[in-house]
């Protein structure tokens, strides 16, 4: 009965406690009511679960050819999932498992700007159509893998440059090595530069 | 009435002839698959993009796909169809001219033009007797805003696919 007791005691007390501190709220008046609100609002907005990545890793890189559905100089996401090397476009989503990858070339390459060049076309006339000899440098990437049928496979895109140099140290990590040809063997020694060759001192 | 009808039978009689006879195909052997392998490139040529190689690939599986004959289309290193008829489709990259999508653009009358040749190969995947051997090409001399470069490896697709069309389905 002493214990019963007890508990309805301290009940009684933690109610007190609530009271009092209530009416210390009330005391304070909406100011303080609204401020510990606003103050506490953003908490609301943290989800309860931990979200997926927000963005992917590479955006807006350059898409030339090999995935499916995706056609030549479209943008494409890239994302380095913890299986896969993932390509996203719009609701297409694309992946080459690093298991699969047998070759990563990195070259450095040049782009013209199409799109802008046909704006400043129609804008200005011919002195807007030389936009057309500016170039655009970018690197490129050129992932060889093999499907689950053990076909080979291939596909290539452009990064901004020296995103390339990220993207090689992120696949390193992953464990899937980049090569950067000798200059001798590179495909166009004007346009196409060994990375590693411009970045000697 | 009578008389017109008779001589005009027999030439439609020999008109079929000679069609069913045009169909036949070099070889007389029909198709139903084709494996494509990755393209080599020769070694005096030495400004050819490595996306390139892969475009010439997956463009020519493309237009291989799209072929109404044709049952499947494999991959380099794909296991082939037990008891069907494969033709393995192989080739070389023999001249490339990078040509330039400005020059086509603000200059235009064929300067600028890109251009990929290639020594194409076709061969029975079972046997792996050498059935044709041609030359194709790839060019880019027009377009929007001068064209894509990239467009010759679509061209030389194209142009591979005709070859396989007209001798092997």
Redesign the interface.
Known sequence: MEAVGGIIAAGQEAKKELVDKQSVLAKEGPVRRTLVGVALLPLLLVPAFPAEKASPDFRKAFH???VPGVL??ERIDIDLAADALVFQHKKLVYRVPYTGITQV?L?R?DR?Y?KS??AAAVAFGFPG??L??KKHKVD?V?VDF??E????????VQLEPYEGQRLREMLKGHGVAVDEPPLSQI??????TSLEEEHKP | MKSRSARILPLFLCAGLVIALGGEKKGGTRYEYVQVDRFNVAEDVVDFPADYQIGIMEDLIKALQRTKNLTGVLREGETLPEGKQVLHLTGTVTKFKKGSQAARYLVGFGAGATVVVAQVRFYDATTKQLLLERKADGKVWIGVMGGKSAGATNGLAKEIVKVVKANFL
Do not use: Q
């Open positions: 030339l050819v090999g030549r100089d070339l070259l390459a013209v199409e060049t046909y159509a030389l057309i000899l490129t050129v093999k499907n049928r053990g076909g080979r496979m291939g596909l290539a495909t166009d020694p004007k346009s196409t």
